[in-house]
Structure formats: C-alpha cells, structure tokens
C-alpha cells in the first residue's frame, strides 16, 4: 500500500513528490470526508453537489499535473 501511494504522489522519478498531486489527492479526500460527514450527521448529500465537487477537482487536478508535466525531474 505505501509503494503504491508513493507511485501516485512522486513525479516521474518516483522519489520526488509532486506538489499538484498532493494537492489533489488532499482536495479529494476532503470532499469526501464532508460528504461522509454529512451522511452521518443529516442522513443525506446532495449527489449533484457532490458529482460537481468531484468533477471539478478532478479536472483542475488532472489540468495542474498536464501543465507542469515538463518541469519535473527526470
């Protein structure tokens, strides 16, 4: 399990960690830590509320690694 988180928050040399993907692997599990939270405590989410949560850090998560591809070390 840690070599495989290591894999997806390293860069391409796999022993450097990649800022963008850190960031989007703490913005996911933020959006899903309040909507577990909000399951427990309100006994619903807003399923719309949260496909859009997802589909927007997913797409500037995916946006900021595409755009720093040619900065990292080799």
Aim: proline share 1%.
């Amino acid at each position: 399990m840690k070599s495989v988180m290591l894999n997806l928050l390293t860069g391409k040399d796999n022993q450097t960690f990649d800022i963008a993907r850190v960031a989007w692997m703490i913005s996911l599990l933020a959006i899903l830590f309040v909507a577990g939270y909000e399951v427990v405590m309100h006994g619903m989410v807003s399923l719309r509320e949260l496909a859009e949560s997802l589909g927007i850090v997913s797409a500037s998560g995916g946006a900021s690694v595409w755009a720093k591809k040619d900065a990292e070390p080799t």
